[in-house]
T-cell receptor, first 108, second 112 residues
Framework: LAKTTQPISMDSYEGQEVNITCSHN???????ITWYQQFPSQGPRFIIQ?????VTNEVASLFIPADRKSSTLSLPRVSLSDTAVYYC?????????WGAGTKLIIKP | SQTIHQWPATLVQPVGSPLSLECTVE??????LYWYRQAAGRGLQLLFY??????ISSEVPQNLSASRPQDRQFILSSKKLLLSDSGFYLC???????????FGQGTRLTVV
């Protein structure tokens, strides 16, 4: 199973772009990269998923280099409500294993 | 649309008492089902997952068990709770690998 490594915490300010990078050196050919957001006392919520290059949706972008050994979640113009824990997952089988996540704190 | 129900939202149980947490999914068939536990300030620990009725895979040896008596029902149980069983329990479903997972609202269990 591919293991992921993320920074434990990050701080930023309202209106800034935030980039959270995840390392997954042992990613396999069939693995996808998925990011989730979790607020306190709630279940995680899907943000974005990708396999390679760049994926963009209404809330975030996901950048995956050619070797796929890392990925970067980009949150444009964050607000205070983006304060949460962000998880990077490498998903290829049924188990759905989670890492420790990155605690993102947005300051006014 | 699909929905997931998990109950109760909070639970306070004495040490040694039994536990039963229930999770049901609506609007889909043959979902992959998951039970997780989350300690305060920590990530999600996978406890059990199921890819079909009667098929349960255990990830962490402990005094908890899981059952899937129906296609869209997943139950987490214990015969005798320990203090260390306290935590935030989350049920989730998804269609399969590389698909989005949907979580219930969670159960905050406090064993006293």
């Amino acid at each position: 199973l591919a293991k992921t490594t993320q920074p434990i915490s990050m701080d930023s300010y309202e209106g800034q772009e935030v980039n959270i990078t995840c390392s997954h050196n042992n990613i396999a050919t069939n693995d996808y990269i998925t990011w989730y957001q979790q607020f306190p006392s709630q279940g995680p919520r899907f943000i974005i998923q990708g396999y390679k290059t760049k994926v963009t949706n209404e809330v975030a972008s996901l950048f995956i280099p050619a070797d796929r050994k890392s990925s970067t979640l980009s949150l444009p113009r964050v607000s205070l409500s983006d304060t949460a824990v962000y998880y990077c997952l490498v998903d290829s089988n049924y188990q759905l294993i989670w890492g420790a996540g990155t605690k993102l704190i947005i300051k006014p | 649309s699909q929905t997931i129900h998990q109950w109760p939202a909070t639970l306070v149980q004495p040490v040694g008492s039994p536990l039963s947490l229930e999770c049901t999914v609506e609007g889909t068939s043959n979902p992959n089902l998951y039970w997780y536990r989350q300690a305060a300030g920590r990530g999600l620990q996978l406890l059990f997952y199921s890819v079909g009725i009667g098929q349960i895979s255990s990830e962490v040896p402990q005094n908890l068990s899981a059952s899937r008596p129906q296609d869209r029902q997943f139950i987490l149980s214990s015969k005798k709770l320990l203090l260390s069983d306290s935590g935030f329990y989350l049920c989730a479903w998804r269609k399969g690998p590389n698909t989005e997972a949907f979580f219930g609202q969670g159960t905050r269990l406090t064993v006293v």
